[in-house]
């Protein structure tokens, strides 16, 4: 079945317009419906750059000063771009005037340049979208990993553990895995501590860990007590495990993108719409230079058809 599914820029002065460009001319979509959320002018100005196609469907998004952005350059107006560009898609997706979006990286600084208070995609997701929780995942078929703490301080990480996210992050991760075809989902859960706090030696955030594994075991759903960290991600647990559930970003994102840099797909979890994304930044060092990979944007507009195709 053809899906239509919108693909926000992202920020001008990386590579997500490159990115955007490229993905639209894959012959692996041409049954369905590819929609840029975008300025026209400057992906013209990108597409120039790098001597390849605009995409053929367009949703035009404004921006005044068009010519003052500059590639690899921090700027309040793609900022801003990048904002409007997120918000028209999110509307879209909410009207059920696309099946999903799909998100090209946008850089934090020029969002906050442009007054957003949001640090990411997931917070600007969650207020637009109104959900109560949401959660990021990232998934390859060699690792999947998800975040019961996100975008914020590694000082504040210890007193935002708590039960209620670390049990809603494991059904949906649960919710997830089922849903790509994972009959028994064996999900891997990391302490917080070194040695998973050593019995209480190191700090005793697995105390509550392991009180929302329980909750998660009394609801059926199979996962570990709090590991250790430093060996969570050795060869045999990836195999023994089809998804590990990390205290804060880093935890998560470092594993990750060791082993899933080019291909990896950035979710956002209990929203009301489904929203994919690549799972790399705005690589300012070569934007505009036609050098940007489209692999982890092609791994997400795949992952962002199914999982349309599946709500249907």
Known sequence: MSQRIGISMGDAAGVGPELACKICSDPAFTEHELIVYGNQRMLER????????????????ACKNIESIKPGEINRDAGQLASDCIDAAIQDCMDKKIDAMVTCPIHKQALALAGSPFPGHTEILQDRCQADDSYMLLYDKKICVALATCHQSLASVPSSINKHDIVRLGELVHEFLIGIGHEKPQIAVCGLNPHAGEGGLFGDEETIINQAVQS??????????ALPPDSAFAPHMLEQFHAHLCMYHDQALIPFKALAFEYGVNLTLGLPIIRTSVDHGTAFDIAWQGKASPNSLKSA?????NLAHRRV
């Open 301 to 305: 507009v795949e992952v962002a058809i």
């Open 216 to 225: 998660l075991r009394d609801a059926g759903i199979q996962c570990s007590d």
């Open 46 to 61: 990108v597409a120039e750059h790098c001597d390849i196609e605009i995409p053929k469907q367009i949703k035009e998004i």
